[in-house]
């Protein structure tokens, strides 16, 4: 039997009056990928904080391969070998692949220059391990992100990295990218490295995990060799409730256009000869790899980015490209892809965010009328069941699914005739995923239509009506939701073209 490499026996965490771990018991083999998941606020991240040094718990003990261990800091996990990749990258984009990957560690000649012949040698080494080679003298910047993925995981090979905790590091990757993420962590796995994967994807799990735990609420709720659960019982395990429809049937009609695009191009976003249509109660994907355009083609739509030729007609009237205001007076929202950096004022409270986007309607002369403000405010939240201890709750203490129905409460408020969804479930647990589908599925069956963009694709297939693929700034083709399957999409993304038109009837 395999050697135990970690245990974290009754771990407990408070913050104040909130108990985020209760008695919680984790442990992992050497050379085995165990998954964490659970909802979010469920404790996942306290538990991973703990074990990379950054929190200390309450009460509980870990052990390293039967050693009792206290970690009181970050560099004193990564001396015993805990190294923890987070989705946000902890490099220096200005700096080389080397001086990443040995950053502070750089050997230095007898007269106290680099020795940079050394340097990159030892800065290979961890990119051999991995199966993989980059250009050492690159600067981190000009990579993708994929390959940014790898820097930080050569960089926590370099420090003898024996348990590393991956936090949802498929979030930004997608396709050939994913597949070469899931060989990696195999290559690692067969070297004897102990892989924590913290995922809301499923699918991955079963695809790459040996064991999963599941945390609900603080509370351990069960661990299980991954061959041995069903993707179901994984979910009632994770919600403590069933999902039965987990994307929702249509029931409305697809109506008459509402947005039209002819020709939309920007040499600064990449966007070459956009045109399409979108239906009145229609949902329309989006679908790409990492760097085809969607986003960029999110933010030319509602007017935040720069664009060189093109028109836009919302309900038959044509638009002023680049003009944000007249985009939301015609109807127009916007969810964007990085919630907390432009969706959300983070520091202020879930009631000014909320009423951002009318707060000209909630004026009377020069102040804002506070009471009809609440009451806006609380009927969403009530609404969209936002978990908040009060409406002046700082928007930065919620979880990530409670920021997004934020987000996306502050723009119903509006009574929005259209809404760019750009990756609308990124990071968000299975529960909350539901009742977002079926809140778009509602809007939509309301007569609203939605543009949703994600690198998700059984949720593109599931939630659309008809599918958009993009590629290298362009559109290269269109599906039905019939015609749609993974394969058909992955092949138009990676550069082939079927015999589709990418207009809209």
């Not at 997608?174 to 004897?192: D, S």
């Not at 944000?324 to 127009?332: A, I, K, N």
Request: charged content about 25%; some cysteine; hydrophobic content about 45%.
């Amino acid at each position: 039997m395999a050697e135990l490499a970690l245990a974290m026996l009754n771990i407990t965490k408070a913050f104040r009056e909130v108990r985020a771990l209760e008695g919680v018991s984790f442990s992992c083999y050497a050379g085995e990928v165990h998954a964490l998941v659970g909802e979010n606020g469920a404790g996942k991240s306290t538990l991973m904080k703990i074990l990379a040094g950054v929190l200390p718990p309450d009460r509980g003990e870990i052990y390293l391969r039967g050693r009792k261990v206290r970690l009181n800091s970050p560099a004193e996990a990564q001396k015993l070998g805990i190294s923890i990749i987070y989705q946000e990258f902890n490099l220096l984009p200005w700096l080389s692949v080397a001086e990443n990957i040995l950053l502070g560690r750089l050997p230095k000649t007898k007269l106290g220059v680099v020795d940079w012949g050394r340097a990159f040698e030892e800065a290979r080494k961890p990119l051999e391990r991995l199966g993989v080679s980059l250009d050492l003298r690159a600067k981190v910047l000009d990579l993708s992100v994929a390959q940014q993925q790898l820097v930080e995981i050569a960089k926590a090979l370099s420090l003898k990295c024996n348990v590393m905790i991956m936090d949802e590091p498929s979030a930004v990757l997608a396709g050939h990218e994913l597949e070469q993420l899931f060989g990696v962590i195999r290559a690692l796995k067969e070297q004897g490295v102990t892989i924590v994967y913290i995922s809301h994807r499923l699918d991955e799990v079963f695809e790459i995990a040996d064991r999963v735990t599941v945390l609900r609420d603080g509370h351990v709720i069960g661990t299980h060799e991954v061959a041995a659960i069903d993707k179901g019982s994984l979910i009632r395990m994770m919600v403590g409730r069933t999902l039965d429809e987990t994307f929702p049937v249509r029931r409305g009609q697809i109506g008459e256009p509402f947005l039209k695009v002819k020709g939309l191009s920007s040499s600064q976003l990449g966007l070459k000869d956009i045109s399409f249509t979108l239906h009145k109660g229609e949902i329309l994907g989006i679908a790409g790899l990492v760097g085809a355009g969607r986003s960029e083609l999110a933010m030319a739509l509602f007017g935040v980015a720069p664009v060189d030729t093109g028109e836009l007609w919302l309900d038959n009237r044509p638009v002023q490209l680049g003009n944000v205001r007249q985009t939301m007076q015609l109807g127009l929202a916007l969810v964007p892809e990085n919630r907390k950096e432009q969706g959300l004022v983070s520091s202020q409270s879930v009631r000014n965010n909320v009423s951002l986007a009318m707060i000209d309607r909630l004026r009377r002369f020069v102040l804002v009328d506070e009471k009809r403000e609440c009451a806006l405010v609380q009927q969403q939240v009530d609404k969209m069941d936002i978990k908040t201890p009060s409406l002046d709750q700082e928007v930065a203490y919620l979880s990530g699914g409670n920021q997004q129905k934020v987000v996306l409460a502050k723009w119903l408020c509006t009574g929005p005739k259209c809404i760019i969804m750009d990756e609308p479930t990124r990071g968000i647990d299975v529960g909350t995923k539901a009742e977002i589908y079926h809140l778009m599925r509602q809007l939509a069956d309301a007569g609203t239509s939605i543009i949703m963009i994600s690198s998700e694709l059984p949720e593109i297939i599931g939630m659309c009506d008809r599918i958009l693929v993009m590629s290298r700034g362009r559109i290269v083709g269109e599906l039905s939701r019939e015609e749609a399957t993974e394969e058909r999409i992955l092949t138009l993304a990676v550069g082939e073209t079927l015999a589709v038109s990418p207009e809209a009837n």
